[in-house]
């Protein structure tokens, strides 16, 4: 066994049965959003992501569940099956924030011109704090405010 796979497995076993089924909801919600990125029209994705019944009361935002969802999405995208881009990340984030009676999360796609190639990126925002992405990173990039322009 390589020393790599080592450390993971050493990691993995460090973790508690909460982690590990976060882990699980993460590595389950980011297939299902790179599957509707796959299948669905691009204009419906948003609309997609909203379908996600609320469990539990809306209202105070709990800090560490929304810490946690970052988390786990943050690690089972490294660390998973696949390596899902940006926008799939981002919804995953949202659906299962929502999932959490968290439904104020807005998903954020911004544009930039870097060495002369276009970018674009997508993040989740939760009354103004970055979730699951580096805030110095975001704001690289020019915020469309108007997401109408995906459905061209």
């Known amino acids: ?47 997609w992501s909203a379908e996600v019944p609320p469990r539990g009361e809306s209202g105070g935002i709990d800090v560490r569940a929304v810490e946690s969802v970052a988390w786990a999405v943050t690690r089972a995208a490294a660390y998973g099956i696949f390596r899902p881009r940006c926008l799939v990340r981002s919804l995953a984030i949202q659906r299962m924030l929502r999932r959490r009676g968290i439904d104020s999360s807005t998903l954020n796609i911004g544009v930039r011109i870097r ?9 989740v925002e939760l009354d103004g704090v970055v979730i699951g992405d580096s805030r110095a990173h975001v704001q690289t990039f020019t915020r469309m405010t108007d997401h109408r322009l995906v459905e061209l």
Do not use: N
Request: hydrophobic share 50%; charged share 25%; with cysteine.
């Open 1 to 47: 066994m390589s020393s790599r796979t080592g450390r993971w497995l050493w990691r993995l076993r460090r973790l508690t049965g909460r982690d590990l089924r976060l882990l699980v909801e993460a590595q389950v919600e980011l297939i299902a959003c790179q599957w509707a990125k796959w299948f669905r029209p691009t204009g419906e994705l948003l609309a």
């Open 115 to 123: 060495d002369g190639a276009f970018e674009a990126h997508a993040w």
